[in-house]
């Protein structure tokens, strides 16, 4: 058994402002209705809607014109990311879509990881990577998965250096001394 509600918002897979849609009781009742998200429809509440419907568009076009700017944005980023591998270029591991968003997030691009089309990545190389912000907004990134680079330190440990090692040993002769008077 369904009911019909006439959306006054659009809801993702169910349809958009105005749309007559058929729904189960409890989805309407307790959900669509108390949030005014849905009203019965009635000759009324269809101009009601009109208005509704107005005022969305006008907010679809902002969106979309913000999504064209950042997606043109984007577009001219390419992305480094670094990870280990073995001396053959394969990934310990790999980088995923979280990896990519959260790169471009730290470039200042408000990026979640679900924008991010991508399988994950298993080779070091070069890579295009599809934003998806909304239908028919898309964008490619270039990323590039370059090898970890491990930083070393010019200075020799403690223990290395010669003095040191004397000192050490000379240590350890009256650590044993001291046990064995014990």
Known sequence: MAIEVLLRKSVPSLGRVGDVVRVRPGYARNY???????VEPSKENLRLVEKDKAVEAAEEAERAKQRAELLAKIAAVALTIEAKSNPEGHLFGSVGAKQVADALAAKG??????????????????????????????????????????????????????????????????????????
């Open 32 to 38: 669509l209705l108390p949030h005014g998200i849905a």
């Open 109 to 182: 691009f408000p990026v979640e990881e679900r924008h991010v089309r991508l399988e994950p990545v298993k080779q070091l190389g070069e890579y295009e990577v599809v934003v998806h912000l909304a239908e028919g907004s898309e964008s490619k990134v270039k990323l590039w998965v370059v090898d970890e680079v491990t930083k070393t330190t010019s200075k020799a440990p403690e223990a290395a250096k010669p003095e040191a090692a004397e000192k050490a040993a000379a240590s350890d002769k009256g650590d044993k001394k001291a046990k064995k008077a014990k």
